[in-house]
């Protein structure tokens, strides 16, 4: 599934990357403005060796893996969305399932049954024809071996039996009905390639190039943050791409990733997890660059701890004490000013928040009633919190049960500049309830958040048409099993009605109904206060129009590129004719560049001037 | 009796008379300093320079006022161009950029200062130390200060401000105990050679101890070195937490010059060519650092007595 949050992750980020990402950042700033004006005003990229099309897109986020079964973050879901076919794909007109590795699927009157016929026109690339019993084999390896469970497990753990009775047919017998069926996020990998394999949790897939594979693209080179290089599969049964090559190359910095673009170096720009506005705003006027700004898939939202435990019932971490009460909960998120929040820090690029689904998946959005609805109220969360019984002192400040003033640990991504700005207002927004904020900016927030070590923290997922992976993470089934384990729970929230409601919704086949229920889980989770939704920020991204004539949105109607569910946006790009017009406009951050590297020049040249006559006068 | 008398009112008015010949040779000394130092042109130029943000910075509160830094009330629109009502325009949250950076001085001079005084106060503790007890404890300690010499000053800064919890000490911290070994160094050196003086010699003959041999004796006499070079490391301390700053690893609600670089690079100001979120702050961080440069170096010259031979 491509569900994980775009922006590092508070998943399994690498922590040696720390220091590299911040010397890297450093360095590329301050060498990226300087640099830019001495390449080539069109490179290579654009056009490779061998005179193919190349499509370069700039990204930010590190692969956790190239192996199917293990990764979770946004770029190599992406990359295996585009390396291997899936059993469905979801339209890019409107998100509805259509065929992808099976053409068909028909489940029996009990529900219990579903029977696949896998197309014969799919060849992996190393020349084999894909099968059914290659589709077999994945599940049945997910059902058997916990770590090929890793990322997809919850997709299976309702199966009873995968087979393959012929090379067309593929059967699945589930234990209870289950909802997803036809969203089934797991790429099919071919047998004959993985069964190889020794040991699923540790195989990265990152050793043999050309990965075989069967979607519209191959896997044929990857150096760990440093590029991804894929090429066309002349072969794919739905057509080949437009572009020759694929490649994505890493600008852990985003000013140097725009400036590229500037330059015509890569083709697109997405962002971490979106431009900001200023750049968006300042592209939007520069020729042959489109802006696509349009309602994105995440929502972004306030976690709170509600007290992390495992499930065998040990407790963990040391989340406060008094956000175990819902009041007080409430009342935070009521100090929250969303529209401040929109207004201020995304000007205008996010949609204010509502239920947990992202208002794009309008099956699925709910709103809160006017009377449920915690609006801004500043006083009244005071008054919220005086019944929940921390009143201030003669200072001002509101003290806890244990007599201490509060002051809430509030974890937030420094890879993300959103997290730290909205952090500087809760500061100043719980400030004034007499709530001190301690804002913990961190590049690797894993530990602290498997461990249960923070009082709140910012939050953010991806959403896929289908909503059951996003609301599978918050229930008591994803809890850690000992707190020295790793649970597929988002943060800790374990809630009995919650539950009942989730296995209600993935049991109901009639679409409306489980719609219904899915937004009383919004609703219950709205109410509980252990995850706010703020706003759900939009994709911001841009490309070159003189490299990439037309591309596929998803949705078609305002929709973003980056990170769809499906293959649509780098399959469907069209190659722009024009090879004339030359990248180098007059970009200010060149200009800005030159200037500020005379300046520094001379100031340096000045310094050593003076030095020089210094050391002259101490020489007798 | 008239003897008596003299005797007691001679001893009575002799240490009143000390007192006040030292007072007067102190302020002439000063003087004397303050007519070499005013030969070198350079050093006034950064004593003015420093004039110049200093005031601002210690005035503060008054001149831009405190809530200069509040971002639910900051009075302007994201980003907006200079203007006569914004100088130098303002930053992603609507705040004035002037009044920023002249808040900003305080956190990045206080900072600076700190962690130069840090510094220094460690390398003259084991300068002086090491100068004076030499054997195995000079060559342990000089050994330690080989290390820290070696090791690159930033990641190691990096790696303590990575572990520690964010706030503006961790970053004296962390530049204060990286950037000791020179003056470590320096200091020693320069207690070795007052210690093979006679008149220490003569101390210890009349039974002066450890104690009041480094502090009476060597100290006074490497004091002018420890002056020069403090002012010398405040200015590569002051670009120590601009760079940490931003990089991310200051307390992010600390408004400093390096955090305002920080702030500017996460919202964009490079690429999409806000210079003067850019500039007001780096200028100032060269302009300080490039002061205090030139007022340690006047110092220098004016109190190292080989080096003011040539004067």
């Known amino acids: 599934m491509d569900t994980n949050d775009q922006y590092g992750g508070h998943h399994r980020t690498p922590g040696r990357v720390r220091l590299v990402v911040a010397a890297g950042a450093a360095a590329l700033t301050l060498s990226a403005a300087l640099a830019t004006p001495l390449s080539p005003a069109r490179p290579q990229a654009y056009a490779a060796d061998d005179g193919g099309r190349v499509l370069t897109v700039a990204v930010a986020q590190s692969v956790d893996s190239l192996s199917p079964f293990l990764a979770v973050r946004l770029l190599s879901t992406s990359i295996h969305r585009l390396t291997y076919e899936y059993l469905t794909n979801y339209d890019p007109e409107d998100n509805h399932v259509v065929p992808g590795l099976a053409t068909r699927w028909e489940s029996s009157p009990d529900k219990l049954t579903w029977t696949y016929t896998i197309r014969s026109d799919s060849r992996w690339s190393d020349g084999r024809q894909a099968t059914a019993e290659d589709a077999a084999w994945t599940f049945q390896t997910m059902m058997t071996d916990p770590g090929a469970a890793t990322a997809n497990g919850s997709f299976v753990s309702n199966f009873e039996k995968v087979t393959a009775p012929n090379p067309t047919t593929l059967v699945i017998k589930l234990k209870k009905p289950q909802a997803t069926m036809t969203a089934l996020d797991v790429p099919i990998v071919p047998k004959h390639v993985w069964e190889k394999v020794d040991d699923f949790s540790k195989f990265n897939n990152d050793k043999d190039f050309p990965v075989v594979g069967n979607g519209p693209f191959v896997l044929t080179d990857h150096k760990p943050d440093s590029y991804v290089r894929l090429k066309a599969n002349r072969d794919f049964w739905r057509g080949a791409p437009k572009f020759d090559e694929l490649v994505f190359r890493y600008y852990k910095d985003q000013d140097a990733a725009v400036s590229a673009l500037r330059k015509g170096e890569v083709s697109f720009v997405a962002g971490s997890p979106s431009l900001t506005p200023a750049q968006a705003s300042s592209l939007k006027g520069e020729k042959n660059i489109h802006v696509n700004d349009a309602p994105g898939r995440r929502f972004y939202a306030l976690a709170v701890n509600p007290g992390a435990r495992a499930k065998n019932g040990e407790t963990l971490g040391d989340g406060h004490p008094s956000l175990l009460d819902q009041r007080v909960r409430n009342a935070l998120f009521k100090a929250v000013d969303r529209k401040a929040v929109i207004d201020k820090v995304f000007q205008g690029h996010a949609v204010e928040g509502a239920g947990y689904i992202p208002p794009r998946f309008t099956q699925y959005f709910w709103k809160p009633s006017p009377g449920q609805e915690l609006t801004y109220d500043p006083v009244e969360a005071g008054r919220m919190l005086d019944r929940a019984g921390l009143r201030k002192n003669a200072d001002g400040r509101r003290v806890g049960k244990d007599g201490k003033p509060l002051t809430y640990r509030v974890l937030c991504h420094a890879t ?162 024009s090879g004339d017009s030359s990248g180098s406009s007059s970009s200010t951050g060149v200009v800005i560049g030159i200037v500020t590297g005379v300046v520094v020049l001379a100031g340096v040249g000045a310094f050593f001037a003076r030095r020089r006559r210094a050391t002259a006068d101490e020489r007798e | 009796m008239t003897t008596g008398t003299g005797m007691t009112k001679e001893q009575g008015s002799s240490p009143v008379r000390s007192r006040s010949l030292a007072r007067r040779r102190r302020r002439d000394s000063a003087a004397r300093f303050w007519r070499q130092y005013r030969t070198h042109r350079a050093g006034l130029f950064g004593l003015g320079a420093l004039l110049l943000f200093a005031l601002p910075a210690l005035t503060a509160p008054l001149l831009v006022g405190s809530d200069v830094d509040d971002v639910t009330d900051a009075p302007g629109g994201p980003l907006e161009d200079p203007s006569t009502a914004f100088p130098f325009g ?51 300690t000089m050994r330690i200060t080989d290390w820290f010499l070696v090791m690159p000053t930033l990641v190691l800064a990096i790696a303590l401000a990575t572990v520690m919890p964010r706030s503006l000490l961790t970053i004296v911290v962390a530049i204060g105990v990286t950037t000791w070994p020179t003056t470590a160094r320096l200091v020693r050196a320069q207690t070795l050679a007052v210690e093979t003086r006679p008149y220490i010699e003569r101390a210890r003959a009349l039974g002066g101890g450890h104690w009041h041999i480094m502090s009476r004796h060597v100290l006074p006499n490497v004091m002018p070195l420890v002056l020069a070079q403090t002012t010398l490391i405040i200015s590569s301390a002051i670009l120590a937490e601009a760079t940490l700053a931003f990089l991310g690893l200051g307390d992010p609600t600390v408004v400093s010059w390096g955090a305002l670089l920080q702030d500017a690079r996460e919202a964009g100001a490079v690429s999409s060519g806000h210079w003067w979120y850019l500039v007001p702050p780096g200028v100032a961080i060269a302009v300080v650092a490039l002061a205090f440069t030139l007022c340690g170096r006047a110092v220098e010259q004016v109190l190292n007595p080989r080096l003011g031979v040539s004067r």
């Open chain 1, 416 to 577: 993300d500049p959103n997290d730290k700005a909205i952090g500087r207002y809760l500061q100043e927004w719980w400030g004034e309830l007499g709530i001190g904020v301690t804002l913990t900016c961190l590049d690797n927030v894993t530990d602290p958040w498997l461990a249960g070590e923070y009082d709140l923290a910012f939050d953010g997922w991806s959403v896929n048409p289908d909503p059951d992976f996003v609301l599978s993470i918050h229930t008591c089934a994803a809890l850690p099993a000992t707190p020295e384990d790793t649970g597929a729970t988002d943060n800790f929230i374990c809630d009995k009605k919650y539950d009942e409601l989730y296995a209600r919704q993935l049991a109901e086949y009639d679409p409306d109904k489980r719609a219904a229920l899915v937004k009383q889980m919004e609703s219950r989770l709205y109410d509980l206060g252990y995850m706010n939704v703020m706003a759900y920020p939009n994709a911001v991204e841009a490309y070159r129009t003189d490299q990439i004539a037309s591309i596929t949105t998803m949705p078609a109607k305002a929709g973003n590129i980056y990170g769809q569910d499906g293959y649509w946006s780098w399959w469907s790009a069209v190659p722009a004719d």
């Open chain 2, 90 to 140: 303002t930053d992603r949250f609507g705040r004035n950029l002037l009044g920023l950076v002249i808040w900003g001085a305080r956190v990045s001079l206080l900072v600076g200062l700190l962690a130069a005084v840090l510094s220094v106060a460690i390398g003259t503790l084991i300068g002086v130390t090491a100068g004076h007890f030499k054997g195995w404890y000079a060559t342990v």
